[in-house]
Antibody, heavy 122, light 111 residues
Framework: EVQLVESGGELVQPGGSLRLSCAASGFTFSTYAMNWVRQAPGKGLEWVSTMSNTGGSTYYADSVKGRFTISRDISKNTLYLQMNSLRAEDTAVYYC???????????????WGQGTLVTVSS | QSALAQPASVSGSPGQSITISCTGTSSDVGRYYLVSWYQQHPGKAPKLIIYEGSERPSGVTNRFSGSKSGNTASLTISGLQAEDEADYYCCSYAGISTVYIFGTGTKVTVL
């Protein structure tokens, strides 16, 4: 059974940093693209970042480019999101998602974690 | 890129069919047959219900169906049930720099 478990969300001051983790199990982590998607309180879903199935490519939404970094540790089956220069508008539940196919094409997120809440406030 | 446009709310009576539209551009919905749909109940993580325009993941009821015409994708829920009351989001592959773009979301109410 595929499981994605996020952690690391907490209250942080504007300008601060935070690293989110997503522990993956139940599938071959090293062969699937992985994503971070966020949802601000009462708002819709927003794609944040993607790491390709090979780990060789990373992509970011314009709203986080230059501030957030996605990475993974295959030995730990864990996906990370390093978030720097945090702003109030980054306040959201952050979901880790697994892509549907292992072939390298991007199609859909077939599994989601339960999410972790990041609150940016002074 | 702007979010894909969805109606804010759609409602229907039990047993009826409803359709949710998702309008993008020729750079996303119109260019790729890679539209997915997600159902989200309050306080829960989203769940994939349609991928690649019209495919259903294993275990998803066939009351959900998807289609696309030009720059607009659609999700139809037939035989509406109380458990279908939730928020629904479309999502499209948008090319290699902006991988995914989500819709604005639609709240479905079962009357």
């Amino acid at each position: 059974e595929v499981q994605l478990v996020e952690s690391g969300g907490e209250l942080v001051q504007p300008g601060g940093s935070l690293r989110l983790s997503c522990a993956a199990s139940g599938f071959t982590f090293s062969t699937y693209a992985m994503n971070w998607v966020r949802q601000a309180p009462g708002k819709g879903l927003e794609w944040v970042s993607t790491m390709s199935n090979t780990g060789g490519s990373t992509y970011y939404a314009d709203s986080v480019k230059g501030r957030f970094t996605i990475s993974r540790d295959i030995s730990k089956n864990t996906l990370y999101l390093q978030m720097n220069s945090l702003r109030a508008e980054d306040t959201a539940v952050y979901y880790c998602t697994k892509d549907l196919w292992y072939t390298g094409s991007y199609s859909a997120a077939d599994h989601w974690g339960q999410g972790t809440l990041v609150t940016v406030s002074s | 890129q702007s979010a894909l446009a969805q109606p804010a709310s759609v409602s229907g009576s039990p047993g009826q069919s409803i359709t949710i539209s998702c309008t993008g551009t020729s750079s996303d919905v119109g260019r790729y047959y890679l539209v997915s749909w997600y159902q989200q109940h309050p306080g829960k993580a989203p769940k994939l219900i349609i991928y690649e325009g019209s495919e259903r993941p294993s275990g998803v009821t066939n009351r959900f169906s998807g289609s696309k015409s030009g720059n607009t994708a659609s999700l139809t829920i037939s035989g509406l049930q109380a458990e279908d009351e939730a928020d629904y989001y479309c999502c499209s592959y948008a090319g290699i720099s902006t991988v995914y773009i989500f819709g604005t979301g639609t709240k479905v109410t079962v009357l």
